[in-house]
């Protein structure tokens, strides 16, 4: 028997992430991108977006978990979220598991992915029906024009930031970002890997730089995304986000008070260069 690979086109890394696959469960084009989902011995069911994975059963609870519990803990009273991107359901799940949030809105500008999504992975996509839910599948960066003083937390959990997706890491998207965030509101958004996209993760702290107070990054080991250490960027109105402001209560399976503080080690010379 032939062994079948899955090879990924990131087009700003320089190895390519390459794997066995059993099936390719799903294979479709929305108006916006190319949809996948394949099914891999070791990853299980992977969700595909132009070419580049994006979250796994079997390991995309690292990725969430760090990208909502990081800001919605180092935040004394996260009630109003907003999740930009994030079709697939992840981060809104693991926003919810806080008893805090009153609401949680998810725009994603691809209503097919969210409909992939809930037929294929349905773990990831479980939290939609909940009541403080609201989705819309309009465009973020035009969606949040319209707010002033409104999140507590604004997380953007977006592609790879080319072609659509790059508007959401430039100066202009932060100013409407800032200006959407409660006084002492928190952004985070996930600017990729510190090895392989370094230009990218050094571009979005100087943007971040000009327009929060404070500014820092964190990052995550994410075994689907093959580049190690991967970076979450993090604009504040006012908290220090290093520390959690609450005690850590939710269910996980890799977060903890211990791993928050840990996620902001400094990186050793990466950290000169950005
Ligand atoms: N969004 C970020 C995926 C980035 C993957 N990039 C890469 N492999 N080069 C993931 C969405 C999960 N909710």
Redesign the pocket.
């Known amino acids: 028997m032939m062994d079948v690979f899955f090879m ?1 086109r ?1 087009p700003y ?1 320089p190895i390519r992430h390459c794997y066995p696959v059993d099936k390719v469960l799903y294979k479709g084009k929305s108006p916006y991108q190319e949809i996948m989902v394949i099914e891999s011995p070791h990853f299980g069911k992977v969700l595909v977006l132009d070419g ?4 796994d059963e079997k390991y995309e609870f690292i ?2 978990e760090f990208m909502a519990h990081v800001p919605l803990y180092a935040h004394p009273n996260p009630e109003t979220v907003l999740i930009i ?2 079709g ?1 359901g ?2 809104l799940r693991e926003v919810l598991k806080h008893p805090e949030v009153k609401r949680a809105v998810l725009v994603d500008i691809d209503k097919e992915v969210i409909e992939v999504s809930k037929k294929f992975l349905p773990t990831m996509a479980c939290a939609f029906d909940d009541p403080r839910v609201i989705v819309l599948n309009e465009d973020g960066y035009k969606y949040i024009q319209d707010y002033e003083n409104e999140f507590d937390v604004i997380i953007v ?4 930031p080319v072609g659509f997706a790059h508007v959401l890491t430039t100066e202009e998207f932060f100013r409407y970002v800032y200006r959407a965030l409660k006084e002492d509101g928190i952004y985070v958004g ?1 600017t ?1 890997s510190i090895y392989y996209h370094i230009e990218i993760v050094r571009r979005v702290q100087k943007a971040l730089r000009k327009v929060f107070p404070v500014v820092d990054l964190y990052t995550v080991v994410i075994p689907g ?1 093959a ?1 190690y250490w991967w970076t979450i960027s993090v604009g504040s109105k006012k908290y220090d986000v290093r520390e959690p402001k609450r005690e850590v209560k939710v269910q996980t399976k890799l977060y903890s008070d211990e791993m928050h503080r840990h996620a902001f080690l400094p990186m050793g010379f990466y950290q000169k260069l950005l």
């Open positions: 990924e990131d890394a580049v994975a994006q979250c990725y969430h991107g994030g697939d992840g981060v959990d977006s592609t790879d996930q990729e995304y580049g």
